[in-house]
Antibody, heavy 121, light 106 residues
Framework: EVQLVESGGGLVQPGRSLRLSCAAS????????MHWVRQAPGKGLEWVSG????????GYADSVKGRFTISRDNAKNSLYLQMNSLRAEDTALYYC??????????????WGQGTLVTVSS | EIVMTQSPATLSVSPGERATLSCRAS??????LAWYQQKPGQAPRLLIY???TRATGIPARFSGSGSGTEFTLTISSLQSEDFAVYYC????????FGQGTKVEIK
């Protein structure tokens, strides 16, 4: 059974940093691209970032470009999101998500349950 | 960035009736279009990809159509478990989602 378990969320002040982690199990991690998708409270889905199986292709939404960095460690079956210069509008539930294939296509076939990030003073 | 626009924002439908949801892209995305279902307190679930291919385990009452900039998700006969929010998403470029259509009980 595919499992994606996010951690690292919490309350953080504007301008500070936070690092999210996602532990993957139940599938061959380095056979798939991975994503972070977020959902602000009561709002819709927003793709944040994606990374290919070998980290050779990485993309970011314009809203986070230059502030967030996605990475993965295939030896540890783990996905990360380093979030710097956080803003109030980054407040959301952050989902770790598994793509359909090796490349960053964007067809998301499995989702974690999310970790909540709240940016507030 | 490709902007995805869904309509209507809310659709009121009686159980057993057909529901038709629309999604428009600001530029052509070919057939690189997916639909997701999200119920309250749950993560989204993939329904359709490639504009018309049902994901594994998705019932045949869900169907997708369209290409280019105009897409439709049809639920042929709404079941109680189908009342939820539906999102379209393009993946022709870096992914973007529509704002969602809430399907509620009439």
């Amino acid at each position: 059974e595919v499992q994606l378990v996010e951690s690292g969320g919490g309350l953080v002040q504007p301008g500070r940093s936070l690092r999210l982690s996602c532990a993957a199990s139940g599938f061959t991690f380095d056979d798939y691209a991975m994503h972070w998708v977020r959902q602000a409270p009561g709002k819709g889905l927003e793709w944040v970032s994606g990374i290919s199986w070998n980290s050779g292709s990485i993309g970011y939404a314009d809203s986070v470009k230059g502030r967030f960095t996605i990475s993965r460690d295939n030896a540890k079956n783990s996905l990360y999101l380093q979030m710097n210069s956080l803003r109030a509008e980054d407040t959301a539930l952050y989902y770790c998500a598994k793509d359909m294939g090796l490349a960053v296509r964007g067809v998301i076939i499995h989702w974690g349950q999310g970790t909540l990030v709240t940016v507030s003073s | 960035e490709i902007v995805m626009t869904q309509s209507p924002a809310t659709l009121s439908v009686s159980p057993g009736e057909r529901a038709t949801l629309s999604c428009r892209a600001s530029q052509s995305v070919s057939s690189n279009l997916a639909w997701y279902q999200q119920k309250p307190g749950q993560a989204p679930r993939l329904l359709i990809y490639g504009a018309s291919t049902r994901a594994t385990g998705i019932p045949a009452r869900f169907s997708g159509s369209g290409s280019g900039t105009e897409f439709t998700l049809t639920i042929s006969s709404l079941q109680s478990e189908d009342f939820a929010v539906y999102y379209c998403q393009q993946y022709n470029n870096w992914p973007t989602f529509g704002q969602g259509t809430k399907v509620e009980i009439k």
